[in-house]
């Protein structure tokens, strides 16, 4: 049936796009990812636009929003002017499918904002798959999910994937695996990437995120932190799982390598970027593995309310939490804070630490 196609998250920046420039010449950039949603506000550079165009005529353009906030309590007017805006962008431009990333933002600066995790509950599951109902009603093509690579709790961790399978069963929707995502959570809570992988139903598995990051310096624990940011290399231990990876998701159709343009700033960097690229490509090229399963997708009819539905406690819960996050409240105050949604007494101090300095570092306010 052929291979997964191998691609790369497009940056907006002339350096990204200098650094690349060596791969579209070749044609090894197989298809494009696009955060159609971060331009929803903003004009697009020729030079962007046309090479969007391009692959989008060409059927190799993919989707990848950012701002939708799959597990907000509320339905606001945000919202339904984002659906509105992927309408347009659709009418636009063809993409192969879309994906939303797991979590919440709540806040009113949403743009700088950053996805939380929420709970394994009937009540989020039930926001989760309103949220997801519109966002399959506006377009025609697969949606999917994205794993979420910060957790509060080794017990969020063990969940999501169960999480996300119950998400994305009643409109036949699939997953985008973030191995780094995924290598985040086994470093910062030591459980082995084999065993947090298996947890997730890796049949529904369509599209492979690989990246770097970096290490923030821990204060509870003598370890450091793994944070997903998106500038460096992608990690040994990542190449060392991606063939029994590949073996197991049958339905794999593409493989995308992020890396934030901005960080790509001196000639080593940019050395590193593409070898990533090419090691990724070899591995592939090499496996001798195939599609196995390309199935035709067929948009299954959901039927939804009108109105969304809400849950005020627990936009009260998130909106709270963001601003203890925000107001670097003392891990033991929010531990010991009662939540009804949030499993706040098993979080880990050194991750309700490094929630205060992500919303801290973009101010979602």
């Known amino acids: 049936m052929g291979k997964p196609l191998l691609g790369l998250s497009m940056m907006a920046d002339v350096e990204f796009l200098s650094t690349i420039l060596p791969l579209l010449q070749s044609n090894s950039v197989e298809v494009l990812e696009w955060s159609f949603d971060t331009f929803y506000n903003a004009q697009e550079p020729d030079w962007l636009h046309d090479l969007l165009n391009f692959y989008s005529e060409s059927n190799r353009l993919v989707g990848h929003g950012v701002y939708y906030s799959l597990f907000d309590a509320l339905w606001t007017e945000r919202q339904e002017v984002w659906l509105k805006k992927l309408r347009e962008e659709f009418r636009k431009r063809k993409y192969n499918h879309i994906t939303e990333h797991f979590g919440f933002m709540n806040t009113e600066n949403f743009h700088q904002g950053v996805p939380l995790p929420v709970s394994l509950h009937a009540k989020t599951l039930q926001i989760g798959k309103d949220r997801l109902y519109r966002l399959q009603d506006a377009v025609e093509v697969p949606v999917g999910i994205e794993n979420l690579a910060f957790s509060f709790s080794v017990d969020d961790v063990m969940e999501q994937g169960i999480f996300l399978d119950k998400l994305t069963e009643d409109t036949n929707g699939f997953l985008i695996l973030d191995l780094h995502n995924i290598y985040c959570q086994s470093c910062n809570?030591?459980?082995?990437?084999?065993?947090?992988?298996?947890?997730?139903?890796?049949?529904?598995?369509?599209?492979?995120?690989?990246?770097?990051?970096?290490?923030?310096?821990?204060?509870?624990?003598?370890?450091?932190?793994?944070?997903?940011?998106?500038?460096?290399?992608?990690?040994?231990?990542?190449?060392?799982?991606?063939?029994?990876?590949?073996?197991?998701?049958?339905?794999?159709?593409?493989?995308?390598?992020?890396?934030?343009?901005?960080?790509?700033?001196?000639?080593?960097?940019?050395?590193?970027?593409?070898?990533?690229?090419?090691?990724?490509?070899?591995?592939?090229?090499?496996?001798?593995?195939?599609?196995?399963?390309?199935?035709?997708?067929?948009?299954?009819?959901?039927?939804?309310?009108?109105?969304?539905?809400?849950?005020?406690?627990?936009?009260?819960?998130?909106?709270?939490?963001?601003?203890?996050?925000?107001?670097?409240?003392?891990?033991?105050?929010?531990?010991?804070?009662?939540?009804?949604?949030?499993?706040?007494?098993?979080?880990?101090?050194?991750?309700?630490?490094?929630?205060?300095?992500?919303?801290?570092?973009?101010?979602?306010?």
């Open 189 to 365: 809570f030591e459980v082995e990437m084999s065993e947090i992988i298996q947890l997730y139903p890796l049949d529904k598995v369509k599209e492979i995120h690989l990246s770097g990051g970096s290490w923030q310096e821990s204060v509870y624990r003598k370890k450091p932190v793994r944070r997903d940011t998106h500038d460096d290399a992608i990690p040994g231990s990542i190449f060392s799982v991606l063939p029994s990876v590949l073996s197991q998701c049958k339905n794999l159709e593409y493989i995308i390598i992020e890396r934030l343009g901005d960080t790509i700033d001196t000639e080593d960097k940019k050395k590193s970027f593409l070898d990533d690229f090419i090691q990724v490509k070899t591995l592939i090229d090499s496996s001798g593995w195939e599609i196995q399963n390309k199935n035709s997708w067929t948009k299954k009819e959901v039927s939804f309310p009108e109105n969304a539905l809400e849950d005020l406690l627990l936009h009260e819960e998130q909106t709270l939490l963001t601003r203890l996050l925000f107001d670097n409240t003392e891990a033991t105050c929010i531990k010991n804070h009662e939540f009804h949604y949030f499993k706040t007494e098993n979080w880990d101090p050194e991750m309700i630490l490094t929630a205060q300095n992500i919303i801290k570092k973009w101010n979602p306010y």
